[in-house]
């Protein structure tokens, strides 16, 4: 598609509930990157995948976080037994090149989830 | 490990008048850096970027700035600021490879009709 689609836009969870947020990137990118926006706060990096590879999972808050790409292409953040500090924006990102550092990232609108 | 310092958190500036907001970075290596712009409600959008070719990188809707080695700094300028400038700007570091972007917290733009 055109840019980097995320779905849902909204997520409204019951604290102790699973979650699983979408991501199309754009056709064709290798790279896909998951953030974290906390309320007021710059996004923070979650996990990086090349292709369907996860190359780095250290920003994964707890092992309640789980990502996947199993064909390379739509990722799939899930969070398990959801706390309310899990409530942020989630931001996925493409880039064609490995890492993004030269062509930067494009990053799709965002879920943003409310744990209650 | 890189890391990004903005020092202002609100930036306010009057319609017409240029707009300074400020950024230094800290990284190991020779460093690319970018300025994202965020609108409410809105995806993080590419202003410009910088990736060890002319220091002075010129972006999108009259934004530019400038990559100084000596100070750490990669301040982003506009000479005339409009309404629909109004958003949040980060400053964004990457040590290049499969290091993932390193985000500052973030620099509020209001713009004063």
């Known amino acids: 598609g055109a840019g980097v689609s995320q779905s849902p836009r909204y997520k409204v969870a019951k604290r102790g509930q699973d979650v699983a947020l979408r991501c199309d990137p754009i056709?064709?990118?290798?790279?896909l990157f998951w953030y974290q926006q906390a309320l007021g706060q710059g996004p923070e990096f979650l996990t990086y995948f090349q292709n369907e590879a996860q190359l780095d999972k250290s920003g994964l808050p707890s092992d309640r976080f789980f990502a996947e790409r199993p064909e390379g292409s739509v990722s799939t953040l899930k969070i398990q037994r959801t706390q309310q500090e899990d409530s942020a924006v989630y931001l996925c990102?493409?880039?064609?090149?490995?890492?993004?550092?030269?062509?930067?990232?494009?990053f799709g609108s965002g879920t943003r989830l409310t744990v209650v | 490990a890189q890391s990004v310092t903005q020092l202002d958190s609100h930036v306010s500036v009057s319609e017409g008048t240029p707009v300074l907001l400020r950024c230094n970075y800290s990284s190991s290596y020779s460093p690319s850096l970018f300025w994202y712009v965020q609108h409410p409600n809105k995806g993080l959008q590419l202003l410009l970027k910088?990736?060890?070719?002319?220091?002075l990188v010129k972006g999108i809707n009259g934004f530019e700035a400038e990559f100084k080695k000596s100070e750490t700094s990669f301040h982003l300028t506009k000479p005339s600021a409009h309404m629909s400038d109004a958003a949040e700007y980060f400053c964004?570091?990457?040590?290049?490879?499969?290091?993932?972007?390193?985000f500052g917290k973030g620099t509020r733009l209001s713009v004063i009709a």
């Open positions: 964004v570091v990457s040590d290049g490879g499969n290091t993932p972007l390193v």
């Open positions: 056709s064709g990118h290798v790279s």
């Open positions: 990102a493409s880039s064609l090149a490995v890492g993004g550092r030269d062509y930067g990232y494009t």
């Open positions: 910088y990736t060890s070719a002319a220091t």
